[in-house]
């Protein structure tokens, strides 16, 4: 069949199948108006879903951690980290001010984003809380400067600040996870989604690295010891993780990483290993 025939035959199969003028069609699941009465939704795979809102935050709440005594730590995307008081209970309660001691910006003027925040496994003998974050600079592209630091979190306020791992290198302002694992040893996520940062061992961005609980660099890392190679790090070939964990039982970590247009992956993550990147 000629090839201007084939298309009129698939312009008129088209106009066929499209509803009469003045007919609407539903396509899609209903837009929900969020409320302070319980509410019902759908989403693709669930109906009938049912929300009860127990807190509203003016800023993204980026990370949720719940403390023993059953307050909850929140960090907040461009904020700080705030504390919901009995947040397990039937009436958890925002405190109205983030807490003090958290980093607003350099000493050059650059401003804080905080990413992370984790807690010591003997946080109640310690009260050490440890945080990532940016330091966003002036230029374009959301480049900034990546940091990890700790202090000790006591009656609301985060005290004696210690930067444990930095970098003169800007890259990407992405995003970062903290964890420590069953050896006692805090991972840090980093991203490289943009040029080859991911596949050099002096750039720390687009790896996992792994420190002691005091910033000091195990000297069981893959790489220490090796000329021009960060010691910090662990893993290599990241994109941009954005989930980082331990697995019950084993101890073994995964991480969950963006790829571009697709792609994703959920890696288990092995000393040394290249996850290829770019």
């Known amino acids: 069949m000629p090839m201007l025939k084939m298309r009129h035959l698939a312009v008129l199969s088209l106009l066929c199948a499209a509803p009469a003028l003045g007919q609407t069609m539903n396509v899609g699941l209903?837009?929900?108006?969020?409320?302070?009465e319980p509410y019902?939704?759908?989403t693709a795979e669930q109906r009938d879903v049912k929300v009860t809102l127990l807190l509203k935050f003016t800023k993204t709440p980026f990370?949720?951690?719940f403390m023993d005594n059953g307050d909850l730590l929140v960090a907040e995307r461009g904020g700080g980290i705030r504390i919901v008081r009995g947040a397990t209970s039937a009436s958890p309660e925002l405190d109205p001010t983030p807490i003090e001691g958290t980093p607003t910006k350099r000493e050059t003027g650059e401003p804080f984003e905080l990413l992370d925040i984790a807690l010591h496994p003997r946080f109640a003998e310690n009260n050490l809380i440890y945080f990532s974050g940016n330091y966003i600079l002036p230029e374009g592209q959301r480049q900034a400067h990546f940091i990890v630091m700790s202090g000790k979190l006591a009656n609301g306020r985060i005290t004696d600040l210690k930067t444990l791992v930095?970098?003169?290198?800007?890259?990407?302002?992405?995003?970062?996870r903290l964890q420590f694992g069953m050896d006692g040893k805090l991972y840090i996520t980093t991203g490289a989604p943009f040029g080859d940062a991911?596949?050099?061992?002096?750039?720390?961005?687009?790896?996992?690295?792994?420190?002691?609980?005091?910033?000091?660099?195990?000297s069981d890392n893959p790489f220490v010891g090796q000329p021009g190679a960060r010691g910090e790090i662990y893993t290599l070939g990241h994109r941009d993780q954005i989930g980082l964990t331990v697995r019950p039982g084993t101890g073994e970590l995964l991480t969950t990483e963006h790829g571009p247009n697709g792609g994703d992956?959920?890696?288990?993550?092995?000393?040394?290993?290249?996850y290829g990147w770019p």
């Open 198 to 218: 991911a596949q050099r061992l002096d750039s720390i961005y687009g790896k996992i690295l792994r420190i002691n609980d005091d910033g000091s660099i195990p």
């Open 166 to 176: 930095k970098t003169d290198e800007a890259s990407f302002a992405g995003g970062s």
């Open 63 to 65: 990370k949720l951690l």
């Open 30 to 36: 209903k837009s929900v108006t969020m409320s302070s």
């Open 265 to 274: 992956e959920v890696n288990l993550v092995r000393k040394g290993a290249n």
């Open 40 to 42: 019902i939704f759908e």
